[in-house]
């Protein structure tokens, strides 16, 4: 079994910057805001007959969905 040679990855076709990622400034509002939302779809996915979109059309799935976030914020 041989090896085949090391290539470096810029001999490869690759840029040497796609490597690196650049990181975006922490936004701790934002992060707060986007878990808000991220949980509250999570709460409404508990509901079975959302999480399945079990009506077929859309005037009882979003009857459904307003049901749903009414008991969840009455909660």
């Not at 650049?22 to 934002?30: L, N, Q, R, T, V």
């Not at 007959?49 to 979003?62: G, P, Q, S, V, W």
């Amino acid at each position: 079994m041989t090896r085949l040679p090391h290539r470096p990855r810029h001999a490869a076709g690759h840029s040497q910057q796609s490597y690196s990622k650049a990181h975006a400034a922490f936004d701790p509002i934002a992060y707060k805001r986007r878990n808000i939302i991220e949980r509250t779809f999570c709460r409404l996915k508990d509901w079975r007959r959302i999480a399945t979109r079990y009506d077929k059309l859309m005037i009882n799935f979003e009857a459904t969905v307003y049901i749903a976030a009414l008991v969840i914020w009455w909660a």
